[in-house]
């Protein structure tokens, strides 16, 4: 059983990942904030019981579930209701922007480097967070918990509700696509 303290320090741990993953599904900064606290709170209520090990996988599952709902919700709401607002965000130009570009890096996270190399970086990042949008749902999921998440190929499938042979070619199709869209646009890694 997870104490109070490992599951408080759990959440501190993955707070900031589960947000960029919400980020990618949703494209909608307060929704992915509203789904990883109500996946916070799922976990709390009805997992604290639960080793402090198995949190992780459970954590990602009750996650994507979250999303999911998230989107089937949405999907009846818009049967009966207009589109009232885009997955953009109006600039100050009054033209619309992607709500990714709003982003603000935390102060004091970044090394000390030059405003170039700064600014390449963030060229290049940008490059590759679209590329992780335009992946399709399993193939980014499995990415991510992969390879950001640093899940094993067991606690990915556990986590997807898949098996592990499908985490494989679900990461080995993502990281050749990625590959091959970087490549296409001159960045080496």
């Not at 019981?49 to 999907?75: M, S």
């Not at 603000?104 to 600014?119: H, I, L, M, Y």
């Amino acid at each position: 059983m997870a104490s109070r303290q490992e599951m408080s320090d759990f959440l501190a741990s993955v707070e900031r990942r589960a947000y960029k993953h919400a980020l990618y599904a949703v494209r909608n900064e307060e929704t992915a904030l509203d789904l990883v606290q109500d996946a916070m709170i799922r976990l709390a209520e009805k997992y604290a019981e639960r080793p402090a090990a198995e949190l992780a996988p459970l954590f990602q599952r009750i996650l994507q579930n979250v999303i999911t709902d998230h989107f089937r919700r949405q999907k009846v709401r818009n049967l009966w209701t207009t589109l009232l607002s885009s997955l953009t965000v109006e600039g100050d130009d009054g033209g619309s922007r992607d709500a990714l570009d709003t982003l603000e890096p935390e102060p004091g996270s970044q090394r000390a480097e030059s405003a170039s190399d700064q600014v390449e970086r963030a060229q290049v990042l940008t490059i590759i967070e679209h590329e992780i949008r335009k992946l399709p749902k399993r193939q980014r999921e499995a990415f991510l918990l992969r390879y950001w998440e640093e899940f094993d190929v067991a606690e990915t499938a556990s986590a997807m509700g898949c098996s592990e042979g499908s985490v494989k070619t679900h990461c080995s199709r993502a990281t050749h696509t990625l590959a091959a869209a970087l490549k296409a646009k001159g960045i080496t890694l």
